[in-house]
């Protein structure tokens, strides 16, 4: 069985319901309303409360240990992800632009470009960390050519070519 949810509020309700009718944040106001469900005592244990805001109950145990060891302010502090440092630098970027538009020596694929990455500007960028970066900003894709076969005539392809050309002009 759920230990009940104790600890006193040090704001009031009031304060609590105003800030709640505020905030834009849904997750914000999840945790207000935890606070003013709390203090209103109409769940007796912590799981009948998880169960109605529709969170885990170690949710709520954060929640009230963060309110009772930092206050109001720290509770409604999200702090998700961290900051988004890309590897990938602007350098980088047009070093990749430029390579990727030259049809004379052309990336021969995710590996190449990674090692092309690793030989040029001397940084050590992850597979898939340059595969995604690519993909979001230059739109690329691997291009596998269609398997040929090993007794194909190259002589016999272009007799082919001539004969259908001169079908479809008569």
Same mark, same amino acid.
Do not use: C
């Given at each position: 069985?759920?230990?009940?949810?104790d600890?006193?509020?040090k704001?009031s309700i009031?304060?609590l319901?105003?800030l709640r009718?505020?905030?834009?944040?849904s997750?914000i106001?999840?945790?207000?309303?935890?606070?003013?469900?709390?203090?209103?005592?109409?769940y007796?244990?912590r799981?009948q409360l998880?169960?109605?805001?529709? /969170?885990?109950?170690? &949710? =709520? +145990?954060?929640?009230? @240990?963060?309110?009772?060891e930092?206050g $109001?302010a720290?509770?409604?502090?999200?702090?998700?992800g961290?900051p988004?440092?890309t590897?990938?630098s602007?350098?980088?970027?047009?070093?990749?632009e430029e390579k990727?538009?030259?049809s004379s020596?052309?990336?021969l694929g995710?590996?190449d470009?990674?090692?092309?990455?690793?030989k040029t500007?001397?940084?050590? /960028?992850?597979?898939? &960390? =340059? +595969?995604?970066?690519m @993909?979001?900003?230059f739109?690329?894709k $691997?291009?596998?050519?269609?398997k040929s076969?090993?007794k194909?005539?190259?002589?016999?392809i272009?007799?082919?070519?001539?004969?259908?050309?001169s079908?479809?002009?008569?």
């Amino acid at each position: 069985m759920s230990k009940k949810v104790d600890f006193e509020l040090k704001e009031s309700i009031l304060e609590l319901q105003i800030l709640r009718k505020k905030t834009k944040s849904s997750r914000i106001e999840k945790r207000l309303l935890f606070l003013i469900l709390k203090d209103e005592a109409k769940y007796s244990t912590r799981e009948q409360l998880a169960d109605y805001l529709n /969170i885990n109950e170690a &949710t =709520l +145990r954060i929640w009230s @240990k963060i309110y009772i060891e930092s206050g $109001l302010a720290s509770l409604l502090t999200i702090s998700s992800g961290g900051p988004n440092n890309t590897k990938v630098s602007s350098n980088v970027h047009k070093g990749l632009e430029e390579k990727l538009n030259d049809s004379s020596n052309p990336l021969l694929g995710y590996n190449d470009a990674v090692s092309w990455v690793k030989k040029t500007f001397d940084i050590d /960028i992850k597979y898939n &960390t =340059l +595969r995604t970066y690519m @993909k979001r900003h230059f739109g690329t894709k $691997l291009k596998v050519p269609r398997k040929s076969h090993y007794k194909k005539e190259e002589q016999a392809i272009d007799v082919f070519k001539k004969l259908s050309n001169s079908t479809k002009s008569n």
